[in-house]
């Protein structure tokens, strides 16, 4: 005789329980990880596109109208949505185009979530509001270049994205002259991955892009790492004496490394608010 065996109805439950209770806690994080390597296959294949196309204009100033009277109310800017329109649509493929006032139809979050994922601000609808300094700094004139506080316009993409547009048509086109980013940047995108839809923050499905001077222009797409580094500086200024950013990078993590000057650049227009 044989004894046979098997499992109760509540050994059954608790054992379906606890795989349930292992799979609401790793399904998540599992979940971002997907949801992030997809993000970063989206976002090196936007950068391609926007720099090939900006790579066939022979111009990037000069689009639209801008004139500032002395009162708000005396401003004509057709910049942003004319360089949509007269320019980038022309080399890029654009499903619909929405002005400085209408963003949201195209798909512009009203709200961004910044890298750090503790402040949640305006999402920025004319240059100034990228960067206070871009305008409130040193203004240029001439062949040097100026910067002007158009209106953000906005796109969106084959592909689902969507794209605000910041321009600045008084563009510089010397990239060997002493590096001023607020007249040398011409064009810069904030875009959003998948339209409206969360988590809305930088560094996930936010980012930018950024095209710099006129003439033989630049495109650069910097991704910032958030992380608090204080721990590296004095562990690495004890050992050696000094700081040392890119071994403080390195120290971070080995993929990790300093920007160039446009990236760099890049940083600076995008600046979060103090």
């Not at 109760?8 to 292992?22: C, D, Q, R, S």
């Not at 002007?148 to 008084?170: H, M, Q, W």
């Not at 892009?209 to 580094?229: E, G, Q, R």
């Amino acid at each position: 005789m044989k004894k046979k065996t098997g499992f109760t109805l509540a050994e059954i439950l608790i054992t379906l329980a606890i795989i349930g209770i292992v799979a609401a806690i790793t399904l998540p994080s599992l979940l971002v990880n997907v949801n992030e390597k997809a993000w970063d296959a989206q976002k090196k294949a936007l950068h391609a596109r926007l720099a090939q196309a900006i790579g066939q204009m022979n111009t990037l100033g000069g689009y639209g109208t801008y004139t500032k009277g002395e009162n708000d109310d005396e401003t004509v800017d057709t910049s942003a949505e004319s360089f949509i329109l007269d320019a980038l649509s022309k080399v890029y493929k654009i499903n619909n185009v929405c002005g400085p006032d209408k963003l949201s139809s195209c798909g512009i979050p009203s709200k961004i979530t910044t890298l750090d994922a503790v402040s949640e601000i305006n999402f920025p609808t004319k240059i100034s509001e990228l960067n206070t300094k871009l305008i409130n700094g040193q203004h240029f004139e001439g062949e040097d270049g100026d910067v002007a506080d158009t209106k953000a316009a906005a796109f969106e993409t084959v592909n689902g994205e969507s794209i605000a547009v910041f321009y600045n048509p008084l563009c510089s086109s010397d990239s060997t002259a002493y590096h001023y980013t607020q007249n040398k940047m011409c064009v810069n995108f904030v875009y959003d991955l998948n339209g409206s839809e969360g988590p809305n923050q930088v560094g996930k499905d936010v980012g930018f892009i950024t095209a710099l001077y006129n003439k033989n222009s630049v495109v650069v797409a910097p991704a910032p790492y958030n992380t608090d580094y204080t721990s590296e500086v004095s562990q690495y200024s004890i050992a050696q004496g000094k700081v040392d950013a890119s071994t403080i990078c390195k120290t971070i993590g080995e993929d990790l490394r300093l920007p160039d000057r446009d990236e760099l650049a890049s940083l600076f227009v995008n600046a979060p608010p103090n």
